[in-house]
T-cell receptor, first 116, second 113 residues
C-alpha cells in the first residue's frame, strides 16, 4: 500500500494475555519506529529499527515488551502478560531517512489496545 | 537530549480567528523541528518542518511556523481558523545527528462556530 499499515486497529484483551501488533511500513523505507500514545500524554518512543543495524530498544518500558522486524520490512510489537497500564494507542511510523532529511516520519493510524 | 515544550494543552478559537500554538525547544544547536497534526481516530500527519533552510516555514492547510533561535521557539500559526482545523497538534524535535523524534505533549484545538 501507499501508507503505513497497522493491524489490528482495535484490540481488547484480558489482563495477563499476550498481544501482537503488526506494522507494514512504506515500501523502501529503511527506518521503522514504534511509539505509544496514552490518554492525556504525548507520544512515547518505544523502539527504532534502521536497516540491518541493531535496534534501539531504549524506550521499551519493561521486559514484557519486545519487537522484531523481519526482512527489513514488517514489524511486530509483542506485549506479554498485558497489564491495564498497557492500554494505549500504539503507533508505527516509517522513514526513508533520505527524502526531506531526518525525522520526517510517516505514521500509521495506530492500534488501540484495551486491557480489561 | 532534545525536548520540546508545548504551552497550553487546550486552545479554543472562534472560526475565522487566529490560531497560535506555542512550542519551545531545548537545544544548544538548532535542531530539526516539526509540527504534526492528528485528526480524530487517525495517525499523525506532517504539517511542516524546519531544517535550517528558511526561518519561516509554510505548511499544509494554511499553517506556518517561524523558527526563532533567540527565543528557542517554533510557534505554529494560522491566520483564520476553520472548523476542519479541530485536531491535536504536536511539536517535535530531532537533533542533527540523531534519528529519534521527541514529541511535545500536544495541544488540542477546538474551533467554535
Amino acid at each position: 500500500g501507499a501508507g503505513v499499515s497497522q493491524s489490528p486497529s482495535n484490540k481488547v484483551t484480558e489482563k495477563g494475555k499476550d498481544v501482537e501488533l503488526r506494522c507494514d511500513p512504506i515500501s523502501g523505507h529503511t527506518a521503522l519506529y514504534w511509539y505509544r500514545q496514552s490518554l492525556g500524554q504525548g507520544l512515547e518512543f518505544l523502539i527504532y529499527f534502521q536497516g540491518n543495524s541493531a535496534p534501539d530498544k531504549s524506550g521499551l518500558p519493561s521486559d514484557r515488551f519486545s519487537a522484531e522486524r523481519t526482512g527489513g520490512s514488517v514489524s511486530t510489537l509483542t506485549i506479554q502478560r498485558t497489564q491495564q497500564e498497557d492500554s494505549a494507542v500504539y503507533l508505527c511510523a516509517s522513514s526513508s531517512g533520505l527524502a526531506g532529511g531526518p525525522g520526517e516520519l510517516f505514521f500509521g493510524e495506530g492500534s488501540r489496545l484495551t486491557v480489561l | 537530549a532534545q525536548s520540546v515544550t508545548q504551552l497550553g494543552s487546550h486552545v479554543s478559537v472562534s472560526e475565522g480567528a487566529l490560531v497560535l500554538l506555542r512550542c519551545n525547544y531545548s537545544s544548544s544547536v538548532p535542531p530539526y523541528l516539526f509540527w504534526y497534526v492528528q485528526y480524530p481516530n487517525q495517525g499523525l500527519q506532517l504539517l511542516l518542518k524546519y531544517t535550517s533552510a528558511a526561518t519561516l516555514v509554510k505548511g499544509i492547510n494554511g499553517f506556518e511556523a517561524e523558527f526563532k533561535k533567540s527565543e528557542t521557539s517554533f510557534h505554529l500559526t494560522k491566520p483564520s481558523a476553520h472548523m476542519s482545523d479541530a485536531a491535536e497538534y504536536f511539536c517535535a524535535v530531532i537533533a542533527n545527528n540523531d534519528y529519534k523524534l521527541s514529541f511535545g505533549a500536544g495541544t488540542t484545538v477546538t474551533v467554535r462556530a
